[in-house]
DNA sequence: TATTTGAGAAACCGATTGGTTGCAAATATA
DNA sequence: TATATTTGCAACCAATCGGTTTCTCAAATA
């Protein structure tokens, strides 16, 4: 199955375990423990972000500690940087808009 | 129907939509002409889109042009953006073992 | 007025998703 | 060695997805 980033990212359950091992990393049980769900669920979802590689296994005994690869996000944001542009053109325009007021009121 | 942003671009045609009227407005018709897709199936894209605010919509007599709403995509950004310290953090330390290997060098 | 054109809505379809339960394998511990 | 713990995998399920075809409606045009 091809997946990407994007899809990796889609899901919100996904999104928070990205968030919850960004700072350190976590085994499945202990992320697990922070959501409603089985463990397996869980398990399904980093298997997901595994081969996005969006996530990164490390084996320690019986243990496995999911690691965030910060890197991968990356992509994404080379996607939204075309478009930076475009908003932030619409806040320049805002700008304009509100000096000459400001000018106006005085 | 939930729906939010990370779900509208999880989708490559979407995806490719959004960067297809980034520039200037387009009809359904237009944009269709694009894709190896019916017209409808587009129309569906452009609904979630819609749905989503990443898309807006203006009728002009019996056509409709879809423009995009790019702040919306902002919401992504901010997402992003605190990982953006993460792999910056990576870069860095790279920067210092090529610095370091360069000293050695010499 | 009759016809063509642009577009959304509905019904349907196979594939995928996110979840579950049950199981097997490997490592740690009594 | 026997048992408990950590994990992944397979099978199953309802819901959703992305696509199609068919239909209806409104606006433009002959």
Redesign the interface.
Known sequence: MRRDV??A??D?TR?AI??LI?LQAMTPNAIAENFHTTRQAISKHLRILTECEVVKQEQRGREIYYQ?E??K??E??I??E???K??EA?FDQLDKVLSTMKKQKK
Chains 1, 2 share one sequence.
Do not use: N, S, Y
């Open positions: 994007f899809q990212i889609a919100p999104r990205i968030t960004a965030l910060a890197g996000l990356k994404m944001d996607w939204i075309q478009f930076r475009i908003w619409k």
